[in-house]
């Protein structure tokens, strides 16, 4: 399955008309690969060209390179991020995936076979250090942290640039596990290893959260597209492989979330299905604008017309509106102002008239909170 997915993707690159890539970023999760027994592991070991390799007693114990002639393509390097999950349910597969790495990059191949030692033996020559370092693949938080807090920036809007989501990215997720598995922070490696990247992808496991029903999805994948943008200084695309059905179909992150607009945030039976939770479910839907701004902020990805259609369907429905602020004041309030923060932010760009009319909307929603707090506390 990992090897068919691996083939799915680079299929689709090669489709939108990219060459075969050198390097690529993956996103594992612990859950997805408890669920789906390893796929997206199977995946990282296939673009590398190795499979896990078993003991007499069938346990694992490591991994072995798949030989060149059998591969049929050139290995390619990876990038392998884990969540602190993935690190903290499966540290045997951690180590197997190190050591799929290592035994890549030292290698006696072309190296027009093998992009894993073509890029570590250059980085080993560029930072001054043994090839067992240059090897290193698979990065995480340090013991004990989760998360790339891209996402905590993007909820308090507590920032300028998109190069500072790239660094606080790179921060968080620039512990380095090596064949023992023991995080070492590596800064300068992770950004070195980010230059060459030239796509991002995580699969998508499960029918019940997409990529902009969480915001994990666009911290992990989206913070490491934005730190692969700004170390190499160009756009790179990024791809969802979607796992929910069938035998899985890779789309581009903007195929995505268009997909997840109009099934969910623009669809009015989920609105509704929503809406009977109440405030929680006010809150659910602010939650989807939101998330959809961490993809702009991270890929700049997002077709502008589901900012407009979110304005249209959200704030300027006087009837729409008026419900949500009644259910929730303050997360109708939050929902406004992020469609405002996007506008500002260039993700999109409404026509005068409509601008004006959601900036009145939120002063309205505004007045309507400020309202309420003045009748409680009096
Ligand atoms: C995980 O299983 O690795 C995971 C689950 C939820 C959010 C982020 C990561
Ligand atoms: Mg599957």
């Not at 049929?72 to 197997?96: E, K, M, N």
């Not at 809007?157 to 921060?171: H, I, P, R, V």
């Not at 890929?299 to 589901?306: A, N």
Request: negative net charge; contains cysteine; aromatic residues 6%.
């Amino acid at each position: 399955d990992g090897a068919q997915q691996a083939a799915r993707l680079l299929a689709r690159h090669l489709a939108e008309g990219n060459p075969l890539p050198e390097s690529v970023a993956l996103v594992l999760w612990g859950a997805d690969n408890l669920k789906s027994g390893g796929g997206p592991i199977g995946q990282a070991l296939a673009l590398l060209g190795a499979r896990p390799r078993l003991d007499s007693y069938g346990r694992l114990c490591g991994a072995d390179l798949i030989p060149l002639a059998e591969l049929g393509r050139p290995r390619i390097d990876v990038l392998i991020t884990l969540s602190g999950i993935f690190r903290d349910l499966l540290p045997l597969q951690t180590r197997l995936l190190a050591e799929a790495a290592y035994l890549a990059a030292q290698a006696d191949e072309p190296l027009e076979q093998n992009f894993v030692r073509r890029h570590a033996l250059a980085h080993q020559a560029a930072l001054g250090v043994d090839l067992e370092t240059a090897a290193l693949r698979v990065f995480s938080n340090g013991d004990g942290a989760y998360g790339a807090n891209v996402n905590q920036l993007i909820d308090s809007s507590a920032w300028q640039k998109e190069d500072e989501l790239a660094e606080t990215y790179c921060k968080r997720k620039c512990f380095a596990y090596g064949r023992n598995g023991n995080p070492v922070r590596q800064e300068e490696l992770l950004k070195t290893l980010l230059a060459s990247v030239q796509l991002a992808y995580q699969n998508l496991e499960s029918v019940e959260l997409g990529v902009t029903t969480v915001d994990h999805y666009f911290d992990t994948l989206g913070g490491i597209g934005r730190a692969a943008r700004r170390a190499s200084g160009t756009e790179l695309p990024v791809y969802i492989g979607d796992q929910t059905q069938g035998e899985g179909r890779v789309r581009t992150l903007s195929e995505q979330v268009s997909l997840e607009s109009r099934t969910r945030s623009l669809n009015p039976r989920w609105a509704e299905e929503m809406l009977k939770h109440g405030a929680e479910g006010v809150r659910q839907i602010e939650s989807q604008v939101t998330n959809t701004l961490g993809w702009s902020a991270t890929t700049g990805q997002v077709e502008p017309w589901v900012y407009r259609e979110l304005t249209q369907t959200y704030v300027l429905d006087p009837a729409m509106r008026e419900r949500l602020a009644r259910l929730n004041p303050r997360a109708s309030l939050r929902l406004c102002n992020r469609l405002i923060e996007a506008t500002e932010r260039s993700y999109w760009q409404p026509d005068e008239e409509m601008l004006r009319a959601l900036r009145q909307a939120g002063e309205e929603l505004e007045d309507n909170l400020e309202g309420l707090g003045s009748r409680a506390a009096a």
